[in-house]
Structures are given as C-alpha cells and as structure tokens.
C-alpha cells in the first residue's frame, strides 16, 4: 500500500515524450539544452535586477517574482523528464504526490503573478502620479503573497482529493511528469469530488486572472488613445509589449492544452502542447524581458561593462 494506505500502486511509470530509439538522444540535449538556459536566464534574472539600482521598482520587483516561479516550475518537471530519454522513468508514489504538488503550486502562481504585473502596468500608464503610492513596496510585498497564496491553497486542494483516490491496476501515466488528468485517467474509484474541484478552481485561477488582464489592457489602451503625440503612445505601448508577450505565450499554451476539442486531438498532441509551457515559456520569459525592454537591455551593459573592466 502507498503511504496512508489511499492506493494499492506503490511507484508509478511516467510514458515520457516519445517511445521512439532514435529520438531520445536528440530529444535528450535539446531539453537539456533548454533546460540550462531556463536557469541561467530566470537566475540572471533575478541577480541583475538585485544589483542594479535603478530596476528597484514594482515592476522588476514582480518581474524577479516571475523568474523565480519559472525557475522553480522548470526545476520540477524537467529533470525527471530527462531521465526518461536515458530509462524507463519510475516514480515512487510520494514523489509523484510531491511532483505534483509543486507544479500546481507554481502553475498557478504563474496565472496571478500575470494579472498582478498587468495591474501594474495599469496603474503605471493610466494613474502614474499615483504609482509610487498605489504600488508601495508594501503594497508589492502583499501582491506577491497573495500571489504565492493563490499557488499553495490551489496546490493543497488539489493533491488533498488526489490522495483520496485509488489506484489498484495500472500504474503508466500517459505523460512526462505528474499531471492532474493523466492520473485521474488510472483511477478505479470515483472521482466526482477531484473533477468538481478541478471545475471550481481552474474556473477561479484561469478566467479571474485572464479577466483582471483583459479589465487591465482596456484601461490601458483606452488611455493611450488619448494620448495626442505618436511617439507618446509608442512609448506607452513599448512599456507593456514585454509581459503582453509573456501573457499570449503562457495564456496561449493553456488554452491550447485544456480548450482543444477531443475528436481532434490525441494525448500525444496532448503531451507536446504541455512541453510548451512546463518548458518552453520559463525559458522564453527572462528572454522577452531582456530583448524588449530597454531598462533590462541597459542594466545588462552596465554590469557587463563593469565585468570586462575588471
């Protein structure tokens, strides 16, 4: 029995990416590859807006939030992926249990984090008199914990009525890593409360986030509009380009995963669109952010002028 004694299964094996010979090698170092670029860049991240003064402001405050959620999300799918493309990839109950857990925490802190950096960006562009007052770092600090809250009360339910479930006969999860569906797929009791649980919350954690983003940029772009000098609204719109970038890969990729209709598409297509934003978006993000914003672009050649100096 697993512990607590909720399922006869003891260890679970994770199908990976592809059963293909011929594929794990390269699959093997493209990951790998990828990989290392989200560390470096999430972690580079985060150190060049700690070291660089004038980026200590709300919105390099949330935007180092948002490289360590995608550093942290990365760090628990990834690795474990890698070792399917070398073995066949088993995970212990508890792991999976624990696997789980930390992508919801992390996924879901994800949605917030957006809509609370679109909030931001809000109150920069349509009240920015009030922007040093309305986001105060006390203000920023209760967003992030907010933030993080939204991540673990999400995470905890979720795994709670996970562990309720029995699983007595098949133990092949149809995916890379832990995933809600693909474990509720091996179940052999009822799992009414899981699926009601999963509706409430992913009613909640996608659509207020997605609707406080949208509320956000119809303020927003209402306020350029007013604005009478074209490089005025360019400037404007240049501030909100980067996390709308961010917005349309994270957002996008979910909608792709959870909305697509079942007649056309397989858990195959089910398993790529996944890799696009357990691993590919935490990759792009510190990407988007230093390629089109300027602030981060000059930070990056200060502190690198300073290295070479030296």
Not at 193 to 205: A, G, K, M, Q, R
Not at 219 to 244: D, E, N, P, W, Y
Request: glycine share 4%; aromatic share 12%.
């Amino acid at each position: 029995m697993a512990p607590g004694n909720y399922s006869a299964v003891t260890e679970f094996i994770l199908a990976g990416l592809t059963e293909k010979p011929g594929l794990q090698l390269p699959l093997l170092l493209l990951f790998l590859g990828i990989y290392v670029l989200t560390v470096l860049g999430n972690l580079g991240m985060i150190a060049l807006i700690a070291l660089s003064s004038h980026l200590h402001n709300p919105m390099y405050y949330l935007l180092s939030s948002l490289s360590f959620i995608d550093f942290c999300h990365s760090t628990v799918i990834t690795p474990k992926m890698l070792v399917s493309f070398l073995t066949e990839n088993t995970i212990s109950y508890p792991e999976c249990m624990a696997q789980l857990y930390f992508f919801l925490v992390f996924v879901i802190a994800e949605c917030h984090m957006l809509s609370a950096m679109a909030y931001d960006r809000y109150v920069a562009i349509c009240k920015p008199l009030l922007y040093n007052v309305t986001m105060s770092r006390g203000v920023c600090s209760w967003m992030v914990a907010g933030v993080y809250s939204m991540g673990l009360i999400g995470a905890t339910a979720h795994t709670v009525c996970m562990l309720r479930v029995n699983f007595c006969k098949a133990n092949t999860i149809n995916q890379y890593f832990c995933d809600l569906f693909p474990l509720l797929e091996l179940s052999c009791s009822s799992i009414f409360i899981n699926e009601t649980v999963v509706l409430c919350l992913s009613t909640f954690n996608i659509f207020v986030p997605t609707l406080t983003i949208l509320g956000s940029y119809i303020f927003i772009i209402a306020s350029v509009l007013r604005i009478r000098s074209a490089q005025g609204r360019s400037k404007a719109f240049s501030t909100c380009s980067s996390h709308l970038s961010a917005v349309s890969l994270f957002f996008g990729s979910l909608a792709f995963m959870y909305l697509r209709p079942s007649s056309i598409s397989s858990r195959d297509q089910g398993k790529l669109s996944s890799v696009f934003y357990t691993t590919v978006v935490p990759m792009l993000n510190p990407l988007i952010y230093s390629l089109r914003n300027k602030d981060v672009k000059m930070a990056l050649s200060k502190f690198l002028a300073k290295r070479i100096s030296i």
